[in-house]
């Protein structure tokens, strides 16, 4: 792998979860010097991790954040009006060298919120890689330009031919959303953002929040990652304001402040402990299958028949326990493999202990 790839991939886990796609698609837009449009729904980390990649790869200085929006116009995007030149010689120039055209990359923010008219000027700009307004001319020295949008480009390619014309200049395109939003996946965002925040630790309390967000999600009121990152914080305010240094569960009840998560005033109690009570089976069921892994690895090394005994008398102890291993609805598919393959284990150990004393 390239330098810069490697570089990109680094800078990315070590602060967000689920980059591989960004991080290839970015490679790809460094490395071959082509446009990127990131498209997805608000607050999944586009304008973040591009603003990361971008610090950790040494470039801020020559890269050119430009937010679009309805009050965009082309002088803007030129670098601004020579009101000078209009006043004295009666000229439209611009100040390109204070535009995105004098830099190696360029970050546009919603670009397609951008009056049409601004639309054209730019694909006309980047097809001639130079700025061409009457006598005055600049060479676009951008090698890269990323665009971070929540429209999908297709649904912009129909406004017209100009925009699809546009939207051909920025040739590779990303989807950035999650493949779930599953209690699991909000976890995974927790375990690698927590340590970037001070103040009071959630410890269990990840895998609550985690769940309630799930199940928000699930029910239609869409937690973004960006929103489940306040909900967080919102935890740890609420403990600081106790004085606490944990988080404990009256702290979620805070959680009714954020956008999605009103409702939870009415039910929160009932939705907390249901919570609760699966983030403690979840617990357990990892803690059952990572002790059935460790007898499996036993019964495979017995080489003697008292060995394999002993490690069939563990399996049904095992067996004991799992008999009575409470769980929510949802994680009893888990818990049956695990019997079932405790059941199976305990035949093999006292087939082999049997077949090695005849011998
Ligand atoms: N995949 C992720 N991993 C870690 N944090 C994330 C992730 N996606 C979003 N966030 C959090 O959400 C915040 C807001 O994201 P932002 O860059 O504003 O999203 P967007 O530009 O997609 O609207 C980030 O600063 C980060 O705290
Ligand atoms: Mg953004």
């Given at each position: 792998m390239t330098n810069i790839a490697q570089k990109i991939q680094k800078s990315l886990v070590e602060s967000f979860v689920f980059t591989n796609e960004i991080a290839r698609i970015l490679s790809l837009g460094f490395v071959g010097k082509r446009n990127i449009i990131v498209f997805g729904p608000g607050g999944h980390g586009k304008s973040a991790m591009v603003q990361k990649v971008i610090e950790d790869l040494g470039m801020a200085e020559e890269t050119f954040f430009q937010f679009f929006g309805e009050g965009m116009d082309e002088s803007r995007l030129f670098g601004g009006l020579n009101?000078?030149?209009?006043?004295?010689?009666?000229?439209?120039?611009?100040?390109?060298?204070?535009?995105?055209?004098?830099?190696?990359?360029?970050?546009?923010?919603?670009?397609?919120?951008?009056?049409?008219?601004v639309l054209l000027a730019l694909k006309d700009v980047l097809t001639a890689k130079e700025l061409r307004?009457?006598?005055?001319?600049?060479?676009?020295?951008?090698?890269?330009?990323?665009?971070l949008t929540n429209k999908e480009p297709s649904e912009i390619s129909d406004l017209g031919p100009a925009t699809h014309a546009l939207i051909e200049r920025f040739p590779l395109q990303l989807n950035l959303k999650w493949k779930d939003y599953s209690a699991k996946s909000y976890l995974q965002m927790f375990e690698k953002v927590a340590h970037q925040f001070d103040g009071p630790v959630l410890n269990g309390f990840k895998a609550v929040l985690a769940e309630?967000?799930?199940?928000?999600?699930?029910?239609?009121?869409?937690?973004?990652?960006?929103?489940?990152?306040?909900?967080?914080?919102?935890?740890?305010?609420?403990?600081?304001?106790?004085?606490?240094?944990?988080?404990?569960?009256?702290?979620?009840?805070?959680?009714?402040?954020?956008?999605?998560?009103?409702?939870?005033?009415?039910?929160?109690?009932?939705?907390?402990?249901?919570?609760?009570?699966?983030?403690?089976?979840?617990?357990?069921?990892?803690?059952?299958?990572?002790?059935?892994?460790?007898?499996?690895?036993?019964?495979?090394?017995?080489?003697?028949?008292?060995?394999?005994?002993?490690?069939?008398?563990?399996?049904?102890?095992?067996?004991?326990?799992?008999?009575?291993?409470?769980?929510?609805?949802?994680?009893?598919?888990?818990?049956?493999?695990?019997?079932?393959?405790?059941?199976?284990?305990?035949?093999?150990?006292?087939?082999?202990?049997?077949?090695?004393?005849?011998?």
């Open positions: 009101f000078k030149k209009l006043e004295e010689e009666k000229v439209l120039e611009y100040y390109p060298e204070k535009s995105f055209l004098n830099s190696r990359v360029a970050v546009f923010e919603e670009l397609f919120d951008a009056p049409a008219s307004n009457g006598s005055q001319r600049f060479k676009m020295k951008t090698e890269v330009i990323i665009c309630i967000l799930a199940k928000a999600t699930e029910e239609g009121n869409f937690v973004s990652p960006r929103t489940a990152v306040h909900a967080f914080q919102v935890c740890q305010t609420a403990a600081q304001i106790r004085g606490a240094t944990q988080v404990e569960k009256q702290d979620l009840t805070d959680l009714r402040f954020l956008p999605g998560l009103e409702g939870l005033a009415e039910t929160i109690q009932k939705d907390l402990n249901v919570a609760m009570e699966r983030a403690e089976a979840e617990a357990k069921l990892v803690e059952a299958e990572e002790k059935l892994r460790r007898l499996t690895g036993e019964l495979r090394e017995a080489s003697a028949p008292i060995k394999a005994l002993q490690v069939a008398k563990k399996l049904m102890a095992f067996q004991d326990e799992t008999a009575k291993l409470k769980v929510t609805d949802g994680l009893k598919d888990r818990r049956k493999a695990i019997r079932d393959s405790v059941g199976e284990k305990i035949a093999e150990a006292q087939a082999r202990a049997l077949e090695n004393t005849r011998i």
